[in-house]
Structures are given as structure tokens and as C-alpha cells.
């Protein structure tokens, strides 16, 4: 067991790889998934009563499944902690989050790292405190590959440059990540989407290298070895298919030269993209 609780945060935009990164980690018998963990700790906010983190305090926990294979209120991890949240949903995130680790330590005493995908660079739990060993992935997919993804719906509707909100919000976002994480004064291990689906396993190795464990082939098939406790989260945690192994989307590839493209022409996008998805850190 490690000295101090350890906990590795996985930040990106969503469509950024999170989920199989996550899964990925899940799969290392020393690490445990817990996907987008904050989102369900959250105390839910006026009006978000129809979302999962709301409902998985009600009738939700007897419905959804977590990827252990049990129902969210007989996991061993949430279970417990679901029945708990609701009379003590005004408690501070760090304190709920301490005790979601305390449920991984106690059902997996072998567990190094816990691992919290949530993909929100605001929402980084005690990254004052001292007790708590606390690390940064920040995932990041090529401007080009992540705009023409969430352009598709626009693009089939015949949208106007479908492809401009998603450009704005990719440099906004990124950029405001980069700086974020920063300044937070943790260990920071930059990983390019690129990168970690065109070699998963170069990419797998170097990560568990700075997280201190060994490398498992395991990490290589995510949805026949994950056993972490994911219960919110991108669908793919329950497609078998595409889970199976990590591949790289290259949709954007056989398609003409995009918004995307072209603003790779302004130097300060080109140096982002140049220094998130592709530096060596």
C-alpha cells in the first residue's frame, strides 16, 4: 500500500479519449477506474434532478450497472457511498471524495492509484492537500480529428461551418486546461490522443513508468480485463466491441481540408495543438 492515498485525475475535452484511457488504467490490477467520479459526488445542482448523478441517489442505483458487473447499489465501492450521499450532500466534494477512497483502499488494499476521469479541468479536489499524493493526465486529441468529430452532426444537417463552434471551444477550453493545471502545482504528464490510440502501448508503458507500478499487457484490451467501479461515464465502458482494444478514429483523414486545417495557419493554434498532443512530456 502506498504511504498516502494516491489519486491521478485523467482532464480533456470530451470525445478526447478519456473513457479508454480510463478503462485502459482500470485494466492494471494495481489501479482502480473510477470514471467520472466528481460528476456523481457533486451535489446536484437546481433543475439537474433528471440527470444520472441525481437519479443514481434515488431509484437509478437499483437500475444501472457498474463495470464490476454489479448493480451500482450492491458495488462494493458505491454502493455503500450512494445510500450515503443524499442526507450528506452539503459536505465539502474533498470530504466525499476521501471517502470514496477509503471504500477503494478497504476493497482493494492492493490498489496504488485511484484514477477520476471527469472531464472537467474546475473540478480538482485537494489539490491543497498535503496528505493526498495527487497527479494530472492531461488527454488531448489533434484539433483537426476532435473538430471534424463533433462536426458530424452539423455536417449531416447541412449546418453552416459546423465545424467553427467546436473550433472556438477547442482552443478555448485547451488553452484555459493548460493554464489551469499549471498553476495547480502537481505532477503534470501531457498525453496526445494521437498518440496513445496510434501506439497504445509505447504510450501505456511510459504512463505506468511515471505512476511508479509495472506495465500490464492487460492495459491493452480494456473491456476483457477492466475491473475498476465506472459507473458514469461515455457509453463505450459497456461496448464490448469497441472496448476491446484501443484504436485511433481517423475519420478526418479522408475528408477535404476543414476550418480546422486552416486555423492551424495561426501560429498560436498551431503551437497549442503542437505542444499538447504531440510534445514528449
Known sequence: MPARPRLLLIRGLGQSGTTILDLALGA????????????????????????????????LRFERRCTCGAVAAEC????????????????????????????????HPEAQWAVDSYQDDMVL????????????????????????????????RGQW???????????????????RLQASGRPI?????????LDPEESLQRICDW????????????????????????RMRFDAKRGASIRYDGAWLHHSAGLAQMALLLPWVARLNRRLVYSDD
Open 161 to 179: 461551418l459546423p465545424g467553427l463552434k467546436p473550433l472556438l471551444r477547442w482552443c478555448r477550453v485547451n488553452a484555459r486546461q493548460a493554464s
Open 76 to 107: 462494493p465501492v458505491w454502493g455503500p457511498l450512494l445510500e450515503w450521499l443524499p442526507a450528506h450532500d452539503d459536505r465539502p466534494l474533498a470530504e466525499k471524495t476521501l471517502r470514496l477512497l477509503d471504500a477503494v483502499q478497504r476493497i
Open 211 to 234: 505512476l511508479e507500478v509495472p506495465f500490464d499487457r492487460k492495459m491493452l484490451e480494456p473491456a476483457q480485463h477492466s475491473s475498476g467501479h465506472i459507473l458514469s461515464g461515455n
Open 28 to 59: 492494471h490490477p494495481q489501479l482502480v477506474g473510477l470514471g467520472e467520479a466528481a460528476r456523481i459526488l457533486e451535489r446536484p445542482a437546481a433543475g439537474d434532478e433528471h440527470r444520472g448523478p441525481a437519479q443514481l441517489r434515488r431509484d
Open 189 to 197: 504528464y501531457r498525453l496526445g490522443y494521437e498518440q496513445l490510440a
Open 125 to 156: 479536489p485537494f489539490l491543497d492537500d498535503s496528505e493526498l499524493d495527487i497527479r494530472i493526465v492531461h488527454l488531448t486529441r489533434d484539433v483537426r480529428s476532435w473538430v471534424h468529430s463533433r462536426s458530424r452532426d452539423g455536417q449531416r
